[in-house]
T-cell receptor
């Protein structure tokens, strides 16, 4: 079974600075997808960014980028020019690319609570 | 606009009662999921369904039941057998065939409290 580990329960950053959230995962599969979700105080889950394991290029969405290290099974999220609205719980998630059986389940880490200080 | 609707937003249950949480989607997604969220625990999968009239247990299915009579609907019943039901419950949906890189679409959640 796949597992996802977020080793930082809480992080803080000053407004306009950069912060990196860590995520590692364990899998025996070679093809899969990784996601970062954001959960603000409203508790609505919002997809931030996704990465296909077969792509070597790191995904980028505006101020959000990932550092995907497949051999190390690491998938960190970098937030540049942090804004007050970035304050939220961030979850890393894994999904198999195999379309059979139960492989469409998302496995989540326990989350990192990000505080943005003005 | 397409999306997932969970109701109610807040729900209070007396001990020994069954309660049902509603989840409806109009995204034409095949698969639907129920997650439970507790502080420090992340999201844990309760049940999921990939097609109508079929569903599978997730990691913490004890004390819960579901049905999938329509593609759009996936209600979750929290039974009296669930010893610690106070939590935040999230419903999600996705495609079950084709590319898996779309991730999930989530509802806005139901906060269940036992009184």
């Amino acid at each position: 079974a796949q597992t996802v580990t977020q080793s930082q329960p809480e992080m803080s950053v000053q407004e306009a600075e950069t912060v990196t959230l860590s995520c590692t995962y364990d899998t025996s599969e070679s093809d899969y997808y990784l996601f970062w979700y954001k959960q603000p105080p409203s508790r609505q889950m919002i997809l931030v960014i996704r990465q296909e394991a077969y792509k070597q290029q790191n995904a980028t969405e505006n101020r959000f980028s990932v550092n995907f290290q497949k051999a190390a099974k690491s998938f960190s999220l970098k937030i540049s020019d942090s804004q007050l609205g970035d304050a939220a719980m961030y979850f890393c998630a894994y999904r198999s690319a195999d379309s059979g059986g139960s492989n469409y389940k998302l496995t989540f880490g326990k989350g990192t609570l990000l505080t943005v200080n003005p | 606009d397409g999306g997932i609707t969970q109701s109610p937003k807040y729900l209070f249950r007396k001990e020994g009662q069954n309660v049902t949480l509603s989840c409806e989607q109009n995204l034409n997604h095949d698969a639907m999921y129920w997650y439970r969220q507790d502080p420090g625990q992340g999201l844990r999968l309760i049940y999921y369904s990939q097609i109508v009239n079929d569903f599978q247990k997730g990691d913490i299915a004890e004390g819960y039941s579901v049905s999938r009579e329509k593609k759009e609907s996936f209600p979750l019943t929290v039974t009296s057998a669930q010893k610690n039901p106070t939590a935040f419950y999230l419903c999600a949906s996705s495609y079950s065939i084709g590319p898996a890189n779309y991730g999930y679409t989530f509802g806005s959640g139901t906060r269940l409290t036992v009184v």
